[in-house]
């Protein structure tokens, strides 16, 4: 690559959006419409306007998290381009594995969501409780993935620096060392699951009847 492609090279990589980090996905859940109004009372609204509300939250969530990743995906297939190759050659293979994972957690959450959207939409969930239910695990589901991509995200940013970083004629000599990580999945840590429901307590509807339980006086 000549000193010019170099320059250019340098201006479209300080142009990227930011990689997403741990404080990106918990900001873009507390992010979410719901989540900035207080609790909703509900006392004769029908079900299926709750259960309505609850898998537009489910939905929004999703593409919340994976607007953050596919951002990366997008941003990062320069290395693919014919005029960069040569540039990329010692850590391509590790940087492409990188990206391809994260296709991979764009495609789970996008199971996930399927997932929890047709229990929801099943006739036995016919409850309040059973949409919180579904929709705190969805999304402790989908922060899940988010989180277990957190070793790729640091890895595509410290190319993203180690380019930033080089002479306008570089050598390949430093590049950033590959950080090969498992496939996206698991079990939600318990804390994210308090986390989620204490958010559902805060921000998600509640029954009229509940509430002036808690407060009688002004029931």
Not at 73 to 83: G, K, L, S
Not at 147 to 170: F, G
Request: hydrophobic fraction near 40%.
């Amino acid at each position: 690559m000549d000193k010019e492609s170099m320059v250019e090279l340098k201006k479209r990589f300080k142009k990227m959006s930011v990689v997403p980090d741990e404080n990106s996905f918990s900001n873009a859940i507390l992010s979410l419409k719901e989540h900035q109004k207080p609790a909703i009372v509900i006392k004769n609204t029908s079900f299926p306007d709750v259960r309505f509300f609850y898998l537009s939250n489910l939905r929004l969530a999703r593409l919340c998290i994976q607007a953050k990743l596919s951002t990366v995906i997008r941003e990062f297939t320069i290395i693919n381009e014919p005029a960069c190759i040569d540039f990329f050659e010692h850590y391509f293979d590790d940087l492409d594995l990188a990206l391809a994972q994260l296709k991979y957690a764009t495609q789970l959450l996008m199971k996930i969501a399927r997932y929890f959207i047709q229990l929801m939409e099943k006739d036995d969930c016919n409850t309040l409780d059973r949409c919180k239910y579904l929709k705190v695990n969805a999304i402790g589901c989908m922060y899940t993935v988010a989180m277990r991509c957190l070793p790729i995200l640091a890895y595509i940013e410290k190319v993203r620096q180690h380019i930033l970083a080089q002479d306008d004629d570089p050598t390949h000599e430093n590049a950033p060392p590959s950080h090969i990580v498992e496939k996206a999945a698991g079990l939600v840590h318990p804390d994210t699951l308090r986390w989620l429901e204490e958010l559902e307590e805060k921000h998600g509807f509640r029954m009229h009847d509940d509430c002036a339980q808690e407060h009688p006086l002004a029931a």
